[in-house]
């Protein structure tokens, strides 16, 4: 029971920081390449947009 208990904590510290280690790479590149900065602006732009769109149906 130990054993999987510490194979559960050793996967969640690993999948945080893969995720966290990914965050600072994107934030290094968006830094970077200010066209990805532009890029992403618009990308979350037309995903705010969508979802209002999108509820305004139901």
Known sequence: M???R???TLFTF?????S????VLTVILILRFPPI????GLALLLF???LKHHSSFE
């Open 37 to 40: 900065l532009i890029a992403v």
């Open 6 to 8: 510490f194979l559960i």
């Open 48 to 50: 705010q947009w969508l």
């Open 2 to 4: 130990a054993l999987i």
């Open 14 to 18: 690993i999948g945080v920081l893969a």
């Open 20 to 23: 966290a280690s990914a965050v």
